[in-house]
């Protein structure tokens, strides 16, 4: 399956640059109405951590337009040869040349689609958001889908740095509620009720960016709150494209503010969602981001719909539009 960069898309519009994908119009009443995420086929025990991993991957890239997925065979070391992980794949927290050639691939890419010179920062800044808002998208997605939390460390994902690939080898490392049946597998930790679960997945995300944003730092030009903030706003919008993308952008918001109801160090603030009304009298869940991803810098007229310099008045231009 060809991989498309959710920085700057080849496929579709990306959830953040400059809104929302298209979607099954979901109008949302009672936006945070207790009502639990639809769990119906919740899997049986799969055969082993990895082997479940894997198959929930899979069945991410396969629901979501925007995400892409290379999965590597399971239970491979991050060394192992596979034939999905090519010679041009880097691991971005490995070294510089790396990570330069990541940044500049996605300069080029800039160049290539809006005709746009970015300068390095602008360029880092888009490659960080794109990664960062796909990997953790591949963690709170099984979480969404299954309430299974998986450990992804830096050196499980390559990315092929010429087309911007995704390639995930999966681990052996999960955490899941007591009654789960993926509890008695080697690999998998239990969490004893449905908050410590979503702690799990907090802590994950945070565990597996820390070292990402450390590498990145030189590059972008913005210190640690920034940068967090960024991981905020990319955990929560993949739990709200999920939601869209299932027919359900309601249960997206609920979970999105499940994970994050407010600041949890190391992310600065919660989703902090709110409803816009439009004449027609329906009410649309928006909000607005802590980091910028810069799309405005590159579209200066196509700011994201939750950019802090987009106004209420434009979104809502927007959703009558």
């Given at each position: ?22 979607a ?24 082993s ?41 880097v ?13 500049e691939?996605?300069a080029?890419?800039i ?8 300068p390095?920062?602008?360029a880092a ?23 299974r939390?998986p ?18 080898r ?16 080697d ?31 030189p ?47 190391p ?12 004449a ?28 802090p ?5 434009e ?7």
């Amino acid at each position: 399956m060809t991989m498309a960069s959710l920085a700057l898309p080849r496929a579709a519009t990306p959830p953040h640059a400059p809104g929302l994908p298209a979607a099954t119009p979901t109008y949302v009443a009672g936006l945070l109405a207790a009502t639990p995420t639809d769990l119906a086929g919740l899997p049986t025990t799969p055969a082993s951590v990895a082997g479940g991993l894997a198959a929930a991957y899979r069945r991410l890239d396969e629901m979501c337009e925007v995400l892409s997925v290379r999965v590597g065979e399971p239970g491979q070391g991050p060394t192992a040869s596979s034939p999905l992980m090519t010679t041009g794949a880097v691991v971005l927290t490995d070294g510089r040349e790396g990570l330069e050639a990541f940044v500049e691939a996605e300069a080029g890419r800039i160049r290539s689609r809006y005709d746009h010179t970015a300068p390095r920062h602008v360029a880092a800044s888009r490659a960080l958001h794109d990664y960062v808002w796909s990997v953790a998208l591949l963690m709170s997605g099984v979480w969404y889908l299954e309430r299974r939390v998986p450990r992804i460390a830096p050196d499980d994902i390559r990315v092929d740095v010429a087309s911007g690939t995704y390639q995930i080898r999966p681990g052996s490392d999960l955490v899941c509620l007591p009654d789960d049946p993926a509890a008695v597998l080697d690999g998998a930790r239990t969490a004893p009720h449905q908050e410590a679960l979503r702690a799990e997945l907090r802590t994950a995300v945070a565990d597996h960016m820390g070292p990402v944003l450390e590498a990145f730092g030189p590059y972008v030009r913005r210190g640690s709150r920034a940068l967090w903030g960024m991981v905020s706003d990319d955990l929560v919008s993949g739990l709200w494209y999920l939601g869209r993308t299932r027919g359900d952008e309601a249960a997206g918001v609920r979970a999105a503010s499940e994970v994050l109801p407010a600041a949890r160090a190391p992310f600065p603030g919660g989703a902090d969602f709110r409803v816009l009304r439009t004449a027609d009298g329906h009410d649309h869940p928006t909000r607005t981001r802590r980091g910028c991803c810069l799309y405005y810098t590159i579209r200066p007229t196509e700011a994201c719909s939750t950019c802090p310099r987009t106004c209420d008045a434009e979104r809502l231009r927007r959703l009558e539009g």
